[in-house]
C-alpha cells in the first residue's frame, strides 16, 4: 500500500522560504511522477510543480508559471523523497499542498497520478 506523507508547512512572512517534503512509502514505480498540488480556500486545486524520473534519471521537471524561478522540486531516490523549495513566498502562495504520485509511460505522455497525500498547510503573511 502506498503512502504519501507531507511536512514542512507553516507559517512564514512574505519574502520567506519554506522547503515541503513527501516520503512515500510502498512507491515502487521504476517511472514515476510526483507533484505537488496546492488548494487555497475557495479556489480550485491547480499543480504547482512536477517531476518525472525513469530509474532515478530525471526526465523533466516543471513548474506553474506562478511559482517559476521561486520553487524547486526535487527528489532522493534513497529516501523516495520528494522536495519542493519554496522561495521568495508570497500572500498569495497561502494554500494547503498536497504531495501526488503515480506512473509515466515515458517520454512525450503525461503523469497519471494515483495516489495523494493529505497535505500540509502554508500560510504566507504579509
Known amino acids: 500500500q502506498v503512502q504519501l506523507v507531507e511536512s514542512g508547512g507553516g507559517s512564514v512572512q512574505a519574502g520567506g522560504s519554506l522547503r515541503l517534503s513527501c516520503a512515500a512509502s510502498?512507491?515502487?514505480?521504476?517511472?514515476?511522477?510526483m507533484g505537488w498540488f496546492r488548494q487555497a480556500p475557495g479556489k480550485e486545486r491547480e499543480g504547482v510543480a512536477r517531476?518525472?524520473?525513469?530509474?532515478?534519471?530525471?526526465?523533466?521537471?516543471d513548474y506553474a508559471d506562478s511559482v517559476k524561478g521561486r520553487f524547486t522540486i526535487s527528489q532522493d531516490n534513497a529516501k523516495n523523497t520528494v522536495y519542493l523549495q519554496m522561495n521568495s513566498l508570497k500572500p498569495e502562495d497561502t494554500a494547503m499542498y498536497y504531495c501526488?504520485?503515480?506512473?509515466?509511460?515515458?517520454?512525450?505522455?503525461?503523469?497519471?497520478?494515483?495516489?495523494w497525500g493529505q497535505g500540509t498547510q502554508v500560510t504566507v503573511s504579509s
Open positions: 501526488a504520485a503515480g506512473s509515466w509511460p515515458g517520454p512525450g505522455s503525461s503523469c497519471s497520478y494515483v495516489y
Open positions: 510502498g512507491y515502487t514505480y521504476s517511472s514515476r511522477c
Open positions: 517531476i518525472a524520473t525513469d530509474d532515478g534519471k530525471i526526465y523533466y521537471a
